[in-house]
């Protein structure tokens, strides 16, 4: 019986790869590596994430989903048209690749590029944008055809795991699989180990060791207020310290969000919630029934915040948060997109990925409160669509916003 790598690389005939490199610009035997490389790295992904019951059951909600078209994997071409030529892939395969490594998954399309001998950086990607899709298609066909569960997708997954990685280049491995490099030789641990007692030592250094981390992180501080703006965005100073504020000035009278009022959703919950702010626009757009789905209406969030320069979503954001995942809770045939957006400020391409990965972080954080993963979708936009003028602060700061767009209703 093949295994799943030999099953989902069987699925690619050299056709398709010739029809592939033309769409890339690429030879016919660098693509083929990398469509190899590409499958083994995502299929790593996954096998080195089973124990990770919450994610492996996202996973299986994609490829088990209506959306999931089965048909590509008899005739694979047709994702050739949808394969990504920026920064974002969309679909069930975006959301595999946002499931399984979050940020990590540009790095993912530059080390296919670099191992296969791709000549673009960005070819990597553009095959991850084939390949991801076809992968949840082919676990979609397996659940179906198979009858496969949850669990025996799971099983099936780890016993596989060895092969699969020994079958995944180590630099793309390094990528891919959570498992530290260290450990991988010994998978399963199977040796026992003699603990080893620690040295004593003396903890008189302490003292001077917090004195200096002291001096140092006032030195931060001071130094902090005086820093240039980085990519994508300028530093809020609130509590102390520098965040970024993914929809502008997050306190004061520039935020004007009127009162807050109660709203009884469908079901009981009851959210206090500002009259102008995110959850109550999207309600209202939910409940009217002349309101139909567009491309064109999207609603920014008002009160969520990152790390600079990182999609760490901050502690605050939580609120926020949680009331929107109360909101698609109440109403479940609702889908939604999540778009991140920067300002102009640094390099264009850091500012998409950056955008993209603070989209994917959102997404996370709503599938993680208990949203199905395949009623959300992400994607970063960087600097293109400005709400606002680059050239001022105030504008520059509403441009750099995460938005929800309602996809169906």
Not at 229 to 248: H, I
Not at 251 to 271: E, F, N
Not at 321 to 332: D, E, F, M, R, S
């Amino acid at each position: 019986m093949p295994s799943l790598l030999d099953s989902v690389t069987g699925l690619i005939t050299p056709g398709t790869i010739t029809l592939v490199a033309s769409k890339l610009g690429e030879s016919d035997a660098s693509v083929s590596r990398g469509l190899s490389t590409g499958m083994a790295g995502v299929l790593a992904g996954l096998a080195g994430r089973t124990n990770d019951t919450g994610l492996m059951r996202q996973v299986f909600e994609l490829a088990s989903s209506r959306d999931n078209n089965l048909n590509v994997t008899t005739d694979p071409t047709s994702l050739i048209r949808g394969m990504a030529s920026g920064a974002s892939i969309t679909g069930l395969g975006g959301s595999l690749l946002s499931t399984l490594f979050g940020a990590r998954a540009q790095g993912v399309g530059d080390v296919i590029s670099r191992n296969s001998g791709l000549s673009k950086p960005s070819s990597g990607w553009q095959i991850l944008g084939f390949v991801a899709p076809l992968i949840v298609a082919f676990l979609g066909r397996k659940i179906r055809d198979g009858g496969l569960s949850l669990s025996s997708l799971t099983s099936s997954l780890a016993a596989e795991r060895d092969s699969i990685r020994a079958a995944t280049p180590a630099a793309l491995l390094d990528v891919v699989d959570p498992v530290p490099a260290a450990r991988r030789t010994e998978w399963p641990e199977t040796r026992e180990r003699t603990p080893v007692p620690p040295p004593e030592r003396s903890n008189r250094w302490l003292a001077p060791l917090l004195g200096g981390l002291a001096a140092l992180a006032l030195l931060w501080l001071l130094l902090g207020r005086t820093r240039t703006p980085g990519v994508a965005d300028t530093a809020l100073a609130t509590g102390g310290r520098f965040v970024d504020t993914a929809a502008g000035v997050v306190s004061g009278p520039a935020r004007d969000l009127g009162s807050i009022i109660s709203h009884t959703l469908p079901g009981g919950v009851v959210l206090n919630i500002p009259e102008r702010g995110i959850e109550s626009k999207l309600i209202a757009f939910i409940e009217d029934p002349s309101r139909p789905v567009n491309d064109t209406t999207w609603f920014e969030f008002d009160r969520l915040n990152f790390a600079t320069g990182e999609a760490t979503i901050l502690p605050e954001s939580q609120e926020q948060l949680n009331n929107i995942t109360q909101v698609l809770k109440a109403y479940p045939n609702v889908k939604v997109k999540v778009g991140g957006y920067t300002d102009s400020t640094g390099d264009a391409a850091a500012n998409r990925r950056l955008s993209q990965a603070r989209a994917n972080a959102v997404r996370q954080a709503l599938i993680s409160s208990g949203i199905a993963a395949n009623r959300l979708t992400a994607e970063g936009y960087g600097s293109l669509h400005p709400i606002a003028d680059n050239s001022t602060e105030e504008g520059r700061a509403r441009n750099r916003r995460i938005a929800l767009r309602v996809t169906e209703k």
